[in-house]
Structures are given as structure tokens and as C-alpha cells.
């Protein structure tokens, strides 16, 4: 089926270090899949943090970065530095290009702290 | 900035009771979504709709009722609530078309109990 798998959490980190969080994602009925990296701030809904719709391409928002890699079938979220305010929760999506189904992973929550 | 509001926010429930679940938006997007999350869990799409008085199951419908009286607003209904639905219920819409960003509400954390 379709489904995402994403790295446990939750994950706790220094200010100024470098994050990755794994994502890796089956598409068996979905042609050409999107990927997604949605946040969740505490009190907040969820929010589109960014999104890749083309193989080999990469996305970039806020300092992270993900890689659409077909051949993995990964879309790992990275940032170089992460810093407080990056705390939330942060959810690895799947779908295709009409969205009336978005599969999310379990999401990992992250602390940075200072 | 898109617009979802869901109400109420934190909802304790008797077993057995009914229950609905309110989401309201103010874009005129023609998709509105229920999502739920359970520990542990991904986000899973229990109801959709793409248009007024109309509703489409989702991947867990079983349990659930949904209801699009008008463009703006979409109802999620237990009309008997278990144990097994406790989880946070995701509203979300987007607007018609290929590539547009959903858009999510707060969530409503729902207790069985």
C-alpha cells in the first residue's frame, strides 16, 4: 500500500547543531507521488513546511532541505543549524497531485535546546 | 492567510454518547478533510468532501459520520462513540486544483471515556 515511514521520536538536539530526520515512503498506487514536510508547533495545526512534486528535486524552506530521491524512496528533512524556535513536531506526507489523500508518517518531535 | 477553525478544541465523551465535531473555513475551498492521529500514528483521512451536501469516505470511515452543509462548514459525527475513537481529530481544506497546500485547523483532542 501507500505509506510513509519517518525517524522515532522524539529527537532532542543542541542549538547550532545539524538535524536529519528520515523519511522513507512506499507508493504502490500512486503514480507520481508528492512529497511533503508539514510542522505542528505546540498550539498550532499543522502547516506546510515544504514540498517536492518532481523526483530529484529539492525543496527548501526556513533553512531545511529535503531531496526527493526516487531511487531511495526517501525524502529526508535536514537543516544544517537548528535553533529553539525549530521545536515541533514535523510530519513526512505522501500523496498525489489532487491531494484527496495525504498518507502521513507518525511524526518526530523535536527539542532543541539552548 | 487560509482560515480553519474547529470546535471545540478538547472534548471529554461518555461511551456510547454522540458526538460531532465542528470545522469551519473561510477561503472557499472546495475540499475539506477529517484527519485522525492516534499516538504513535500518522494522520489518517477518515472523510472528504469536494463539494456542498455531498461526502466521500476516507481510509477509516467505519464509525464515523460526516456532514458538508455548506461550502464553509464540515461536521464529524460519532453517533456512537467508543473507547477506540479517543485520538485528535485534524480538520483541513485546500482549493480546487493540482499542487494547492491544505490547509490544517488545530485539532480537537477527543477523550472517550
Same mark, same amino acid.
Given at each position: 500500500g501507500d505509506s510513509v515511514t519517518q525517524t522515532e521520536g522524539p529527537v532532542t538536539v543542541s542549538e547550532s547543531e545539524s538535524l536529519i530526520i528520515n523519511c522513507t515512503y512506499s507508493a504502490t498506487s500512486i503514480a507520481y507521488p508528492n512529497l511533503f514536510w508539514y510542522v505542528r508547533y505546540p498550539g498550532e495545526g499543522l502547516q506546510l513546511l515544504l514540498k517536492v512534486i518532481t523526483a530529484g528535486q529539492k525543496g527548501s524552506s526556513r533553512g531545511f532541505e529535503a531531496t526527493y530521491n526516487k531511487e531511495t524512496t526517501s525524502f529526508h528533512l535536514q537543516k544544517a543549524s537548528v535553533q529553539e524556535s525549530d521545536s515541533a513536531v514535523y510530519y513526512c506526507a505522501l500523496g498525489e497531485s489532487n491531494y484527496n489523500v495525504l498518507y502521513f508518517g507518525s511524526g518526530t518531535k523535536l527539542t532543541v535546546e539552548p | 492567510e487560509a482560515a480553519v477553525t474547529q470546535s471545540p478544541r478538547s472534548k471529554v465523551a461518555v461511551t456510547g454518547g454522540k458526538v460531532t465535531l465542528s470545522c469551519h473555513q473561510t &477561503? &472557499?475551498?472546495?475540499y475539506m478533510y477529517w484527519y485522525r492521529q492516534d499516538t504513535g500514528h500518522g494522520l489518517r483521512l477518515i472523510h472528504y468532501s469536494y463539494v456542498a451536501d455531498s461526502t466521500e469516505k476516507g481510509d477509516i470511515p467505519d464509525g464515523y459520520k460526516a456532514s458538508r452543509?455548506?461550502?464553509?462548514n464540515f461536521s464529524l459525527i460519532l453517533e456512537l462513540a467508543s473507547l477506540s475513537q479517543t485520538a485528535v481529530y485534524f480538520c483541513a481544506s485546500r482549493r480546487t486544483g493540482p499542487n494547492t497546500e491544505v490547509f490544517f485547523g488545530k485539532g480537537t483532542r477527543l477523550t472517550v471515556v
Open positions: - | &477561503n &472557499n475551498h472546495d452543509p455548506s461550502q464553509e
